[in-house]
């Protein structure tokens, strides 16, 4: 993902010469929704790091293209007089939105962690309420000892609510990303500048 921003910004400048910030920054936030879209759909117990990498890539895309680009349209709109403004209210923006997503993600998946080892702790005819349970390895160790044939059931359960935990995650990338497209498309078309062009009879003067 990283490796993708770096290539997109490192090329966005020419981009930007030749479309409307506000379709550059739709692309953008396009190519990210796929990527999150893409990850959500083949998420499952078996999914590897190569099955992630074409997702992967396309939210780096995606970010790659938004950055510099919405960086551009905040500071073609200040005056001169309100760019230290407009540059604190950037960077605080972006710090605030990146600690939001990091929390709110971070307690879902923890949470969706608690309640898959919640459907394994139900099972109270396999952990003796008397002894003292550390760490899911043991918990495991004792179903297995205690009752053999549901350990695998219990497994397969923590394994799905994983899966399910992490698929609620990019859904929620994916409606941010949804909501910034959608803004993206409100943003006013800039005007061409004019070329400034010399009278042939004053250029002899």
């Given amino acids: ?40 759909l083949i998420f499952n117990p078996y999914t590897t790091i190569l099955d992630m990498f074409p997702g992967i890539f396309l939210l780096g895309v995606g970010m790659g293209i938004v950055f510099p680009h919405s960086a551009n349209v905040i500071f073609s709109v200040a005056k001169r007089d309100q760019q230290p403004d407009a540059s604190g209210i950037m960077n605080t923006g972006i710090n605030l939105g990146s600690s939001l997503g990091t929390a709110v993600l971070g307690v879902v998946l923890i949470l969706g962690s608690f309640s898959g080892l919640g459907l ?33 059931e219990k497994q397969k359960m923590l394994k799905i609510q994983k899966v399910n935990t992490m698929k609620f995650a990019f859904n929620i990338v994916s409606f941010v990303l949804f909501i910034g497209l959608i803004i993206s498309l409100f943003i006013p078309l800039q005007k061409k500048k004019r070329k400034h ?4 009879f004053s250029s002899h003067i």
Avoid: W
């Fill in 1 to 40: 993902m990283s490796v993708a921003i770096f290539i997109m910004s490192s090329a966005a400048g020419k981009l930007s010469t030749r479309i409307q910030p506000r379709y550059i920054l739709a692309i953008g936030a396009a190519s990210a929704l796929s990527g999150s879209l893409y990850l959500s």
């Fill in 120 to 152: 394994v702790f139900n099972n109270q005819a396999a952990v003796s309420s008397t002894e003292k349970i550390t760490g899911v390895h043991q918990l495991f160790e004792k179903l297995e000892i205690e009752n053999p044939g549901d350990i695998d």
């Fill in 197 to 200: 062009t010399i009278d042939p």
